[in-house]
T-cell receptor
Framework: SQQGEEDPQALSIQEGENATMNCSYKTSINNLQWYRQNSGRGLVHLILIRSNEREKHSGRLRVTLDTSKKSSSLLITASRAADTASYFCATDTGRRALTFGSGTRLQVQP | DGGITQSPKYLFRKEGQNVTLSCEQNLNHDAMYWYRQDPGQGLRLIYYSQIVNDFQKGDIAEGYSVSREKKESFPLTVTSAQKNPTAFYLC?????????????FGQGTRLTVV
């Protein structure tokens, strides 16, 4: 079952622009996490936001969480060509393993 | 150098064969997971283990089997009962389920049926 669903499925922007990805989920969670995947590689953990937090920052990343709407957003500011990758949200309900969404494919044009 | 290692990177299976994918971690993590990823798709959970000698089915366990005899190792066997095994398989580990601070992933094994 897909707990998280990302939107948009694909995003193409120019270097220096900001990229925003959204994630919606269905059940209550302990935390929500964002991961990055370069083509053909494993996933890398980017940031975790707990259910009692509303916003979190890490470098050029900003994550928000709205538990009333069951949604989260990931903002990458001042994007670089090296940010080109797929980005996944994952929800942790505390009952089993992480459940991943279908991902957003980000293309940053130099 | 701590991490999680999957092998082999590429694997070819003939129809009717069982194959085993290796996953080893030296992070001292209790929990380990296997996910399957099809082209352009998200990750689907096959099996997970929260502690040695215990494991649970995920969403798509049919045609797969696992064991967790050691904390460091969580091999996945793709059996001949799995009718469409061609996919990218990802192994991950985390400190515990529930309050995980984030999962660490291996680099994946790409399995192809020939």
């Amino acid at each position: 079952s897909q707990q998280g669903e990302e939107d948009p499925q694909a995003l193409s922007i120019q270097e220096g622009e900001n990229a925003t990805m959204n994630c919606s989920y269905k059940t209550s969670i302990n935390n929500l996490q964002w991961y990055r995947q370069n083509s053909g590689r494993g996933l890398v953990h980017l940031i975790l936001i707990r259910s009692n937090e509303r916003e979190k920052h890490s470098g050029r990343l900003r994550v928000t969480l709205d538990t009333s709407k069951k949604s989260s957003s990931l903002l990458i500011t001042a994007s670089r060509a090296a940010d080109t990758a797929s980005y996944f949200c994952a929800t942790d309900t505390g009952r089993r393993a992480l459940t991943f969404g279908s991902g957003t494919r980000l293309q940053v044009q130099p | 150098d701590g991490g999680i290692t999957q092998s082999p990177k590429y694997l070819f299976r003939k129809e009717g064969q069982n194959v085993t994918l290796s996953c080893e971690q030296n992070l001292n993590h209790d929990a380990m997971y296997w996910y399957r990823q099809d082209p352009g798709q998200g990750l689907r959970l096959i099996y997970y283990s929260q502690i040695v000698n215990d494991f649970q089915k995920g969403d798509i366990a049919e045609g797969y089997s696992v064991s967790r005899e050691k904390k460091e190792s969580f091999p996945l066997t793709v059996t001949s009962a799995q009718k469409n095994p061609t996919a990218f398989y990802l192994c991950a580990s985390s400190e515990t389920t529930g309050e995980s601070g984030g999962a660490f992933f291996g680099q994946g094994t790409r399995l192809t049926v020939v």
